[in-house]
């Protein structure tokens, strides 16, 4: 007779997967749920919110991510092709504010819109690319190359920080100045416990709301630094009128998560243990090529032991005296002579690494899918890839770019961007006509923009063109969207467009159009008429 076991009169028993929760019956209507299963019976993951979940585990996690990205090809091929696509070589503003909200109409304010935007995305250049490097705080590289190095750490540790400075000396054309922090240094002073106003070094207020950031004034690891290393600066969320001054940028992916885990964390396994097979695989194949051949002897273990341990042998002397003297050949080609019972064995073990592409491929696969990239970009192998399969691929792949690229433009770009225009507007760089309000009463109509970041590029650019021609032939795209997703402006491009075509007419040359082209297999080309060339 079996052991009893204690049932309740509803046939559940008194299991609960959590303190406070009701007990669970072993029959479940959901599989995922099961308790009898032998494959699932002994799964009970643990209960956790975002924080909890994320708290315990994030620093390690991070640093083992950091430690792969340095030492693993794959991790940094993958981290650098993310930031390839986030990013790219910069990220560019079209300020398209929202007009009707600021009093203007777009047909009879059409040239003091496009008076107003122009002097903004201006003043914008003349801040970002600064050649002197004043919007950066260290002055180390332009914001672009800020915002590059921003996108690394969002790739590799889900989050990136910074801080917004007001630059009290010098002769900037602006003073605002971004001082990026790195996210480690975000933390309780001293240790503290996290509370539920105080986590993760983020001070809350009412509703969840961030108030303030707590710093570190130097890194954990800076030796160097001294006492810094265990002071704290308290940094406000924002100014009492609302310009940004702590840039904290990630996107929660659960409700009351105050920080992020690395996109790596579901990889790093993988990645540490293809690194590890991958050098074992070379170690062996390296110890393998360097034994050609091996020379087995007869004897016994003993035998052959004790004849080595002789110093003088006359009978091994003289006959390796005599070959060295007269060394046996047939046509010229070197006979071996072995000792009597020696036999010569050509090392003919298979060499492993033959399957170990296929193999590596299989876990980049998964590893590749984990980051958001297809295979091919990842492994930068393309040789098994036809051009519909490639697409495909490369679709997919963009839409969760286009994703992260909102996030990241919303969380790190966009505050700013905020403080930026707040200080053109106060310097008058930029004047609002006199119909409109004012900066501060109504940011979010004059912030409102559109960012193009790295350009998509093409696979097959004849095809792609066709498609794009068809589009706007068909009026379901438009010029500037398919600008945009090359990088490119379409003002900047059909300005561009205007000047050629200008210096081109001075020059008395025209443009060969695709019928142009046609025209030149005829036998007989007609002199076009006034004004046809163009």
């Known amino acids: 007779m079996g052991a009893p076991s204690l049932v309740m009169a509803d ?10 929760e009701r007990p669970m019956p072993l029959s479940r209507a959901y599989q995922a749920a099961s308790l009898t299963s032998s494959e699932l019976a002994g799964w009970r993951p643990p209960y956790a919110s975002a924080d909890s979940a994320i708290f315990p585990a994030r620093d390690l996690a991070l640093h083992r991510a950091r430690d792969i990205a340095r030492d693993n090809p794959h991790a940094r091929a993958g981290l650098d092709r993310r930031v390839d696509l986030l990013v790219g070589a910069g990220v560019r503003l079209v300020a398209s504010f929202d007009a009707e909200s600021l009093g203007l109409d777009r047909t009879r304010d059409r040239e003091v819109i496009r008076s107003l935007r122009r002097s903004i995305e201006r003043e914008w250049r003349l801040f970002a690319l600064d050649p ?7 002055r180390q590289m332009s914001l672009n190359g800020r915002l590059r190095q921003l ?4 790739a590799i540790a889900g989050e990136t920080t910074g801080v917004l400075r007001w630059r009290k000396a010098g002769s900037a054309r602006y003073r605002t100045c971004f001082q990026a922090i790195d996210p480690d240094r975000l933390s309780n002073p001293h240790g503290a416990a996290d509370t539920t106003a105080l986590r993760g070094g983020i001070e809350f207020g009412d509703l969840g709301v961030a108030v303030a950031y707590h710093v570190r004034c130097a890194h954990q690891a800076d030796y ?14 924002e100014t009492p009128w609302g310009r940004p001054v702590f840039v904290h940028g990630f996107e929660p ?15 790093v396994q993988s990645l540490k243990m293809i690194g590890r097979h991958a050098d074992l695989e070379i170690a062996n194949a390296t110890a393998n090529a360097l034994y050609v051949a091996t020379v087995e ?4 273990v003993g035998d052959a032991a004790a004849k080595l341990n ?7 002397n003289d006959r390796l005296s005599h070959y060295e003297r007269h060394p046996p050949n047939l046509n010229g080609v070197r006979i071996p002579v072995l000792p009597p019972g020696d036999k010569l064995t050509l090392n003919s073990a298979p060499r492993q690494t033959l399957a170990f592409p296929a193999f590596q491929g299989a876990f980049l696969r998964s590893v590749a899918t984990a980051l958001g990239l297809s295979y091919e970009q990842l492994a930068m192998d393309w040789s098994q890839t036809n051009y519909s399969s490639a697409r495909a691929a ?4 963009w839409r969760g770019v286009k994703r992260d690229f909102a996030a990241f433009v919303e969380q790190v770009v966009m505050p700013i961007y905020l403080a930026f225009l707040e200080e053109a507007f106060d310097r008058g760089y930029v004047v609002a006509p006199s119909i409109c309000p004012s900066f501060w009463e109504n940011p979010g109509a004059w912030a409102a923009s559109r960012w193009i970041g790295s350009p998509r590029g093409y696979v097959d650019a004849v095809k792609e063109a066709q498609g794009a021609a068809a589009r706007l032939d068909n009026l379901t795209s438009t010029l500037e969207a398919e600008c945009a997703e090359q990088g490119l402006d379409f003002e900047d491009v059909l300005d561009q467009r205007q000047y050629e075509d200008e210096e081109m007419r001075s020059r008395g040359l025209h443009r060969v159009t695709p019928k142009g082209v046609a025209g030149l297999d005829k036998s007989s080309q007609d002199k076009p008429e006034p004004g046809e060339e163009e």
Do not use: C, H, K
């Open 132 to 138: 002197l490097r004043n919007a950066d705080a260290s």
């Open 11 to 20: 046939g559940v028993t008194p299991l609960a997967s959590a303190p406070g």
């Open 151 to 154: 996108a690394r750490t969002w």
């Open 253 to 267: 992916e659960r409700e009351g998560q105050s920080r992020a885990m690395t996109p790596f964390a579901v990889i």
């Open 297 to 300: 002897s007869n004897l016994p």
């Open 310 to 316: 002789i110093a003088s042998s006359s009978y091994a």
């Open 394 to 397: 490369l679709n997919e792949v």
């Open 224 to 237: 160097w630094a001294g006492l810094d290393t265990n002071t704290w600066e308290r940094v406000p969320r």
